[in-house]
């Protein structure tokens, strides 16, 4: 056979391989985004304000995923539908999951991915007048909650407990959240609101002074809210945890430096939620609110890695602890790596934090 090299044919056939190459890429779609259907466990409010923010910057589209909220208020309603798939993932209390791990509890198939309120945003609110000084005045009082079904409902009581308080002694009455919760305090139909914190600063906005009663020792600074992912996500779409869980962080990190802006692209998704009347008061009030939100989203305790998204072991002991000292658990041997994992903590952080700061001030609804 003969053959012969020729440098000149080689470069143009090359070039012409390259050129059809790189227009059949060109040619082919971009990957369609994933979509991660979240649940927000009541109505919506404020405290979504750094998932829409970043939703607003682009975050969610940068990591290709197709961010999707539904309301289904309280745990009771959002476990089952993490169960059978209808949603990808919450913003979720983590009490439940631990009880379910109890000797002939449901055990949940799922583990939670991500610590999105890094310290507790459970209070116990009385009216400033109230006799009411602690929780060990409770005994035999009316405590109004979001719903019976909420997740906070078991800690409430473990923490009635822990201050000496038969839990069955107290009233446990659903009065929903925003004005009707209010009300209910204000009228006297409940002698306490246990909500959460940006609630109460809305109703203290409203001119209702109040007085947040102090949580016993092993309840104070632990997380209280992640995002539970099914184990068969876990082990199937590691990746989409990552690209969504870097969204989530990155928006909360662009909230924190521009909280304003946080608050304007909130109610440009959702303009029903920007109140009426001055509106500069308005929005310094929920500049108030939201900030609240993102302090308890990034507390760290002393000596804790700075890495958002990532659990302490001291989250799920003191709870159990807390829990069983409550009446609520039997069994403490609970094994920690059921309840949670840390294996995305570093994709979560992996971005230019710099970049992300420069696009929130640089926001404009």
């Known amino acids: 056979m003969n053959f012969s090299f020729s440098p000149s044919r080689f470069l143009r056939n090359t070039a012409a391989g390259i050129a059809a190459i790189t227009m059949a890429f060109a040619a082919q779609p971009a990957s369609a985004q994933e979509k991660v259907t979240f649940a927000w466990p009541v109505a919506i409010n404020s405290g979504l304000a750094p998932f829409i923010f970043a939703q607003e910057l682009g975050f969610f589209k940068e990591e290709n995923v197709e961010f999707d909220v539904v309301v289904l208020q309280g745990s009771g309603i959002i476990i089952p539908q993490l169960m059978n798939g ?9 009490e439940p999951l631990i009880i379910s791990r109890q000797p002939g509890k449901p055990n949940f198939d799922f583990r939670f991915v991500y610590n999105i309120v890094r310290s507790s945003i459970w209070e116990m609110a009385v009216l400033d007048e109230s006799k009411i000084k602690s929780f060990a005045d409770l005994k035999g009082k009316s405590i109004g909650v ?4 909420w997740g906070n409902v078991p800690v409430t009581k473990a ?3 822990a201050a000496g308080v038969d839990p069955s002694t107290v009233q446990f009455i659903a009065v929903g959240a925003g004005v009707p919760a209010y009300d209910a305090l204000r009228r006297g139909q409940i002698d306490a609101l246990n909500l959460y914190d940006t609630m109460h600063i809305a109703m203290e906005s409203q001119g ?7 949580y016993p020792q092993a ?6 809210h992640g995002f539970p992912v099914t184990n068969k996500n876990i082990k199937e779409k590691p990746q989409l945890i990552e690209r969504f869980g870097r969204a989530v962080t990155k928006g909360v990190v662009a909230c924190e430096a521009n909280i304003q802006a946080c608050v304007e ?25 939201v900030g609240a939100r993102v302090k308890n989203m990034t ?3 002393p000596g804790e890695p700075k890495k958002l998204g990532g659990f302490g072991e001291l989250d799920w002991k003191s709870s159990i602890v807390a829990l069983r000292a409550g009446g609520q658990l039997d069994n403490t041997d609970v094994k920690l790596d059921t309840l ?13 934090r710099e970049d992300v700061i420069k696009k929130a001030k640089a926001y404009k609804p």
Do not use: C, H, M
């Open 146 to 149: 979001g719903a019976l079904t």
């Open 208 to 214: 209702t002074k109040i007085r947040r009663l102090e």
């Open 299 to 301: 507390a760290f305790r």
């Open 340 to 352: 949670y994992t840390n294996q995305f903590v570093d994709a979560y952080n992996k971005f230019n």
């Open 159 to 161: 923490a009635l407990q």
């Open 86 to 94: 209808t949603i990808f993932t919450a913003f979720s209390v983590l």
């Open 219 to 224: 309840f104070r600074g632990l997380a209280s």
């Open 265 to 289: 692209a909130f109610w440009k998704v959702y303009p029903n939620q920007r109140p009426s009347g001055d509106a500069a008061a308005n929005l310094a009030k929920e500049v108030k609110i």
